[in-house]
């Protein structure tokens, strides 16, 4: 079984500004998929981000990037430029190749003006 | 705009009632997913069809009874609920069952939010 682990509850991040939320997860297989979803308040979870597990190269979408640490099995999310619109509860995710999520406990963020 | 559609978005209900959520999608995926989500809670799997059979049920109390009439639509029939029901329930769905369609993510609805009183 897998684990995932969120340390942050919450955090905040002025407008215009840089944020970094964090994700650890366990897990026995070789061959899995992290993702990050993006829930604002109304309620869809939304994909933000994935990563293959074979490929070392961090995955980037627009301002939101991934570090991922294979080893140290850490897939942390990078948001630049934060926008209102940012605000939202964050879920890392392992996806494994049976198609099964497990989530992490969520980390809401606040984007100040 | 969702590409899972659920209705309704709000249902309040007593604990004697029985009343169904529903969910569609018409991106031809094969596998559909019903979650509980607690208010800032992750999503708790409940169950998992693959090609409109019911292949994973994550010891849900029968009160909830899924349904997967074909392969657009996915039913969850509620009956006699209790107060610690009420969630936000959200249906998703992927493109492939178990295996081989690892890096195919799930699409989520917008979610049912049900109230028991």
């Known amino acids: 079984a897998q684990t995932v682990t969120q340390s942050q509850p919450e955090m905040s991040v002025q407008e215009a500004e840089t944020v970094t939320l964090s994700c650890t997860y366990d897990?026995?297989?070789?061959?899995?998929?992290l993702f990050w979803y993006k829930q604002p308040p109304s309620r869809q979870m939304i994909l933000v981000i994935r990563q293959e597990a074979y490929k070392q190269q961090n995955a980037t979408e627009n301002r939101f990037s991934v570090n991922f640490q294979k080893a140290a099995k850490s897939f942390s999310l990078k948001i630049s430029d934060s926008q209102l619109g940012d605000t939202a509860m964050y879920f890392c995710a392992f996806h494994n190749a049976g198609n099964m999520l497990t989530f992490g406990g969520g980390t809401r963020l606040m984007v100040k003006p | 705009d969702t590409e899972v559609t659920q209705t309704p978005k709000h249902l309040v209900m007593g604990m004697t009632n029985k009343k169904s959520l529903k969910c569609e999608q018409h991106?031809?995926?094969?596998?559909m997913y019903w979650y509980k989500q607690k208010a800032k809670k992750p999503p708790e799997l409940m169950f998992v069809y693959s090609y409109e059979k019911l292949s994973i049920n994550e010891s849900v109390p029968s009160r909830f009874s899924p349904e997967c009439p074909n392969s657009s639509l996915l039913n969850l029939h509620l009956h006699a609920l209790q107060p610690e029901d009420s969630a936000l329930y959200l249906c998703a769905s992927s493109q492939g069952p178990q295996g081989g369609a690892g890096n195919q993510p799930q699409h989520f609805g917008d979610g049912t939010r049900l109230s028991i009183l």
């Open positions: 897990t026995s297989e070789n061959n899995y998929y």
């Open positions: 991106m031809g995926h094969r596998a």
